[in-house]
């Protein structure tokens, strides 16, 4: 499953399992790395699944939420428990998985570091020196930091980790004053270029459907979808914190 490996690619600071499923915790940088990941058999009913979701989460501090394939039988099982489209998480409930191949081409100017710079890690946690969390899930597993310099300034940055064949692109940002000028392209082509000698084949992203942008460019490069999934999340009172 393609998701799998996506979340290979995108290490939260603690996972847990029930069953198949598996439940992360991240202090809350990213739905992706703060969720369960309902994939397979959990093992176990699945209002006892959801209940488990629900105590890990209360146990951690996050909102109880699944991650679940869109237009799946399991979206209307959880539907009936009482589960209802996460749409609070307003930059990606809903989500585009797409696969294409790897980029090449001019790379104006981009290169991939083995460290990530001050500036990388601006422009895609939103701090020169963030906390543990972003540090750990964007630093965690065969990652290339990519960044574009003008005049000096980060213009841009994008995370490429891989994980077996495969090239996951994450955190692609420009600087608004920087944009059209090519460097997401550009970035995009040297990411592909790393990940070539690191042995990947294919390159794999997960974008928010309201996207429009950044999915306008991965299809410009080639990139289809393969499937969407969805994040839901307990309906008032169907996930309550049990009494310590």
Request: proline share 6%; net charge negative; glycine share 12%.
């Given at each position: 499953?393609?998701?799998?490996?996506?979340?290979?690619?995108?290490?939260?600071?603690?996972?847990?399992?029930?069953?198949?499923?598996?439940?992360?915790?991240?202090?809350?940088?990213?739905?992706?790395?703060?969720?369960?990941?309902?994939?397979g058999?959990?093992?176990?009913?699945?209002p006892?699944?959801?209940?488990?979701?629900?105590?890990?989460?209360?146990?951690?501090?996050i909102?109880?939420?699944?991650?679940?394939?869109?237009?799946t039988?399991?979206?209307?099982?959880i539907?009936?428990?009482?589960?209802?489209?996460y749409?609070?998480?307003?930059?990606?409930?809903?989500?585009?998985?797409?696969?294409?191949?790897?980029s090449?081409?001019?790379?104006?100017g981009?290169?991939?570091l083995?460290?990530?710079?001050?500036?990388w890690w601006?422009?895609?946690?939103?701090?020169?020196?963030?906390?543990?969390a972003?540090?750990?899930?964007?630093?965690?597993?065969?990652?290339?930091?990519?960044v574009?310099?003008v005049d000096?300034?980060?213009?841009g940055?994008?995370?490429?980790?891989?994980v077996?064949?495969?090239l996951?692109?994450?955190?692609?940002?420009v600087?608004?004053?920087?944009?059209?000028?090519g460097?997401?392209?550009g970035?995009?082509?040297?990411?592909?270029?790393?990940?070539?000698?690191?042995?990947?084949?294919?390159?794999?992203?997960?974008v928010?459907?309201?996207?429009?942008?950044?999915?306008?460019?991965?299809e410009?490069?080639?990139?289809?979808?393969?499937?969407?999934?969805?994040?839901?999340?307990p309906?008032?009172?169907?996930?309550e914190?049990?009494?310590?």
């Amino acid at each position: 499953m393609l998701e799998l490996t996506c979340s290979r690619a995108w290490t939260p600071l603690l996972e847990s399992r029930i069953g198949d499923w598996r439940l992360r915790w991240a202090d809350g940088f990213t739905a992706r790395a703060n969720s369960a990941l309902a994939i397979g058999d959990p093992g176990k009913p699945l209002p006892d699944a959801l209940r488990a979701v629900c105590d890990f989460a209360h146990d951690h501090a996050i909102p109880p939420v699944v991650q679940v394939i869109q237009d799946t039988s399991l979206e209307d099982a959880i539907a009936a428990c009482g589960w209802v489209h996460y749409v609070e998480h307003r930059p990606a409930h809903e989500v585009r998985v797409l696969t294409g191949p790897l980029s090449r081409g001019t790379s104006a100017g981009a290169v991939v570091l083995d460290e990530p710079t001050s500036g990388w890690w601006e422009m895609t946690a939103g701090g020169a020196d963030p906390a543990e969390a972003p540090r750990h899930v964007l630093g965690t597993g065969k990652v290339g930091f990519g960044v574009v310099e003008v005049d000096g300034v980060t213009a841009g940055a994008v995370r490429g980790a891989v994980v077996d064949e495969w090239l996951h692109i994450a955190r692609l940002e420009v600087r608004p004053e920087f944009r059209r000028r090519g460097l997401a392209r550009g970035m995009m082509n040297a990411a592909g270029g790393w990940a070539a000698a690191q042995g990947a084949t294919g390159v794999v992203l997960q974008v928010a459907v309201a996207n429009s942008g950044a999915l306008k460019l991965y299809e410009s490069l080639g990139c289809t979808e393969h499937h969407r999934y969805r994040y839901w999340a307990p309906a008032p009172g169907a996930c309550e914190d049990r009494p310590s």
